[in-house]
């Protein structure tokens, strides 16, 4: 348990790090990165999945029963690329109508799991 957190947040910190920088990223995998949309998706696509499959690793408790995990696991991972997609917003200058829908799904994804582990807690 303790070295499942101890990864976890070693990957929060190497997502926050490729999340606020995509240059690395577009570098290191050839991608282009000349207009806003696709610096956010840079952010996003990398630096926030492995931002929010870090908070995962961090925050579960357990892997049963089965549904639990995978629920934590799609709120975690959509807030994470939600970050740094809102990162993205703040830096790389005004997001076009995918990113807002993007943005829009990741934060239903996220809100809907959070409510769902809530309700399921407090049954």
């Known amino acids: 348990m303790k070295l499942r957190r101890l990864v976890g947040l070693a990957l929060v910190i190497v997502g926050v790090?490729?999340?606020?920088?995509?240059?690395?990223?577009?570098?290191?995998?050839?991608?282009?990165?000349d207009?806003?949309?696709r610096?956010?998706?840079?952010?996003?696509?990398?630096?926030?999945?492995?931002l929010?499959?870090?908070?995962?690793?961090?925050w579960v408790p357990t892997f049963r029963p089965w549904w639990r995990p995978l629920v934590g696991l799609v709120g975690w991972s959509m807030a994470g690329v939600g970050l740094a997609r809102l990162t993205g917003f703040l830096l790389d200058g005004t997001p076009d109508t995918r990113q807002?829908?993007?943005?829009?799904?990741?934060?239903?994804?996220?809100a809907g799991s959070a409510l769902v582990l809530r309700r399921a807690a407090s049954n």
């Not at 790090?17 to 990165?33: C, E, H, Q």
Request: proline residues 6%; without cysteine; hydrophobic residues 60%.
């Open 52 to 58: 929010g499959i870090g908070a995962f690793l961090a």
């Open 100 to 110: 807002i829908i993007w943005i829009t799904a990741e934060v239903i994804l996220a």
């Open 17 to 33: 790090y490729l999340a606020l920088n995509p240059v690395v990223v577009a570098d290191s995998l050839g991608k282009p990165y």
């Open 39 to 50: 610096l956010m998706n840079l952010r996003a696509s990398y630096g926030g999945a492995v």
């Open 35 to 37: 207009t806003a949309p």
